[in-house]
């Protein structure tokens, strides 16, 4: 919990409301009410048999946790009802978030408009003339778009912004941070939220394949679709957990986001009022960042990576630019899926491995959303016009 001083009453506020909402058999209800009937949940395990076929030869088995399943496309939605739910049990009617390609933005702008809430999304202007769509979307759900014109006008100005907000306004206001990142007791609330991926994948991996799986993959960005699904087999030692960052145009260089595969960029340090690795420069500022997928494209990285980065018991490795776009197109081709960039990534790893795959092996990538949001990424990086 490194936060300034005049956030340190807000932060004991959630981190108190909090423990009490876990124990709200009501609130409690009415979020898996939600879940279930809105959010989409649980969302389906597919075993992809095509692309197992074409990567192994039926050596092994591929099963895709189908989060881009969720309402609005991606797993953010989970964290934004289970927020604006906590918000309105602490009585807050005022919902504030970040938002870098436009997600987390728009899930946050659903859930207020569900819950009859007003919201303000900070946006760095940089990301507002890149992502116009999500920003008329988020207009069309009743929000606010709050240019961001500090810094590097992106994502982590957008972040800085909205704690501004906070420090000023907390009485009736809620920060919904976006991903398991931030001052705690945020870290925590969003792993916790998302933890219902890894819950409902055990289940539904000992239902399909009578075992547990030998690895799982998810991409990192800030780390909650990741940590999301890892939270339910972190005490099976015999399951691999294999987090994978944007390696963006290669580890040379600082056009990557890669914080904790050993790279001579990322140290120790603290961003958004977190204590975890953190790409900077040799004096200490934060790096700037580039991934061809935006929900990857960040500085920092949610501590308890970090944690079990330290420790070993995840590993993390990278795929850049051109090997996620190649398997954003084999997903495409074998299975009719269209993934997000960001979850690209984690099948990019799978395709990287393959021929190193054991027969017999169980392997769950987290598909953690939809790519119609990146048609057009993909277009330009492919150098086509549409
Ligand atoms: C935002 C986003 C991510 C990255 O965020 P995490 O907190 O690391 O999960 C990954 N995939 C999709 C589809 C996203 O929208």
Known sequence: MFAPETLMPALAEVEAAYELFGGDAHWQSEYRRLLETYNGRPTPLYEAVNLAARLTGGRARIFLKREDLNHTGAHKITNALGQALLARFMGKNRLIAETGAGQHGVATATAAALLGMSCDIYMGTIDMERQKPNVFRMGLLGARVVPVESGGKTLKDAVNEAMRDWTKSVKDTHYAFGSALGPHPFPTIVRDFQSIIGTECRAQ?????????????????GGSNAIGIFSAFIKDNGVKLIGVEAGGKGLRGNQHAVRLTPSPHAKPGILHGAYSYVLQDRDGQIADTHSVSA???????????????????????FATDKEAV?????????????????????????????????KDSVIVINLSGRGDKDIESVAKFLGTDI
């Open 205 to 221: 991996i000992l239902k399909a394949a009578g075992r547990l799986p030998s690895e799982i993959v998810a991409c990192v960005g």
């Open 295 to 317: 929900g990857l494209d960040y500085s920092g990285i949610g501590p308890e990576h970090a944690h079990l980065f330290d420790t070993g018991r995840a590993t993390y490795t």
């Open 326 to 358: 190649g398997a954003f197109k084999m997903l495409c081709e074998t299975e009719g899926i269209i993934p997000a960039l960001e979850s690209s990534h984690a099948a990019a790893y799978v395709i990287k491995q393959a021929a190193k795959i054991k």
